[in-house]
């Protein structure tokens, strides 16, 4: 079965410092997004992608987060000044035009110390 | 943003016997509903859809029903089985307006035991 891949599965950085988290959607899928989930709490939407332009995006998707597809397979979430309450799991996620059941990735735990 | 909820953190159920999951929500924009299926260190797993046209949906063991008057949803699991355990998040999408984001609830935690 196709599957949402993220890398690294785990990273740790110093606060300040800039983390690309990386994806790979499923390869027929148009859509894309980056959710979070913050220890304990419920899982949040940062920002929806399609066309090679952002469509939507939350107010935790500020200034210091940026996305991109650099080419035909990857999609990447950029945080440039990471803060301690950035430490969360991330997923990507993606869909196709006519399903509105997305597939996940397993996530990146991002640990900011 | 409470616009989805779940206020039941947990649901402890003998295995063989039925699991419900409870969800309301408060936007009535919402037009699609979803059922998501977590492990620890895994990502969300879609299990289960309704669309807001129908009040019922049925997969196998799992039934969503809809009651849009009252803005709940629920996950019946018949018969419940110890694999089952997990968090499962309710989620909620407006079709119209958005590009399928969806809404979470904060899950609830069933545990099957033998």
């Known amino acids: 079965e196709p599957e949402v891949t993220q890398t690294p599965s785990h990273q740790v950085t110093q606060m300040g410092q800039e983390v690309i988290l990386r994806c790979v959607p499923i390869?027929?899928?148009?859509?894309f997004y980056w959710y979070r989930q913050i220890l304990g709490q419920k899982v949040e939407f940062l920002v929806s992608?399609?066309?090679?332009?952002?469509?939507?995006k939350s107010e935790i998707f500020d200034d210091q987060f940026s996305v991109e597809r650099p080419d035909g397979s990857n999609f990447t979430l950029k945080i440039r000044s990471t803060k301690l309450e950035d430490s969360a799991m991330y997923f990507c996620?993606?869909?196709?035009?006519?399903?509105?059941?997305?597939?996940f990735g397993s996530g990146t735990r991002l640990t900011v110390v | 943003d409470q616009q989805v909820k779940q206020n039941s953190p947990s649901l402890s159920v003998q295995e063989g016997r039925i699991s419900i999951l409870n969800c309301d929500y408060t936007?009535?924009?919402?037009?699609?509903f979803l059922w998501y299926k977590k492990y620890p260190a895994e990502g969300p797993t879609f299990l289960i859809s309704?669309?807001?046209?129908?009040d019922k949906n049925e997969d196998g063991r799992f039934t969503v029903f809809l009651n849009k008057s009252a803005k709940h949803l629920s996950l019946h699991i018949v018969p419940s089985q110890p694999g089952d355990s997990a968090v499962y998040f309710c989620?909620?999408?407006?079709?119209?307006?958005?590009?399928?984001?969806?809404?979470f609830g904060r899950g609830t935690q069933l545990t099957v035991w033998p």
């Open positions: 309704i669309s807001s046209i129908k």
């Open positions: 996620a993606s869909r196709d035009l006519s399903n509105y059941g997305y597939t």
């Open positions: 992608f399609y066309n090679n332009e952002i469509s939507e």
């Open positions: 936007n009535s924009m919402f037009d699609y």
């Open positions: 390869s027929n899928h148009l859509y």
């Open positions: 989620a909620a999408s407006d079709r119209g307006s958005t590009l399928g984001r969806l809404y």
